[in-house]
């Protein structure tokens, strides 16, 4: 395969930020949630979807607070962002049904964390069967659903309690 189309990430790679911006900063500063894919926030922690998803449904707990290491957070912070991380769980557990979920911390560069300086919790539906001959072969991931329709069958069994901005 010579191409792959995905039109619609013209969008995010167009207001693409500059390297010394942080992406979870710029989020909590912009209030329209849906256009920054925030499913909630909350006093010490906010839930938004991964813009780079490795399944349908990949969300994200991510600290209010720019910090980068677990060991700096408060026992607020903590707690918020696991909470947010088991409401995730459940909301994709109702909507879509999956097998499992991966649900993990990368903390720095050498970690594989993207956003090395914004700790943050990935929590990712997986299902039996789910991978195929795309990542093998061609080097690539499908992900069956856009970002608005994920946003859309997630964002009303979230309410916001925004807190502190």
Request: hydrophobic residues 45%; aromatic residues 8%; charged residues 15%.
């Amino acid at each position: 395969m010579d191409c792959l189309w995905a039109p619609w990430r013209m969008t995010y790679v167009q207001a693409a930020r500059s390297a010394g911006d942080c992406l979870f900063c710029g989020m909590l500063a912009d209030s329209d949630d849906p256009k920054q894919f925030v499913l909630c926030r909350r006093p010490h922690a906010f839930l938004v979807l991964n813009i780079f998803p490795y399944t349908a449904g990949h969300l994200m707990a991510v600290v209010r607070r720019h910090v980068g290491a677990l060991e700096e957070l408060t026992p607020e912070e903590l707690a918020g962002m696991m909470g947010l991380a088991q409401e995730g769980i459940r909301a994709l557990a109702t909507a879509y049904h999956p097998d499992g979920f991966n649900v993990g911390v990368n903390q720095g560069c050498a970690a594989g964390a993207g956003v090395a300086g914004h700790l943050h919790i990935h929590v990712v539906p997986r299902w039996n069967g789910d991978t195929n001959f795309m990542p093998v072969v061609g080097g690539t991931k499908v992900v069956p659903e856009s970002l608005e329709a994920t946003f859309a069958r997630l964002s009303p069994r979230f309410q916001s309690a925004a807190g502190p901005p």
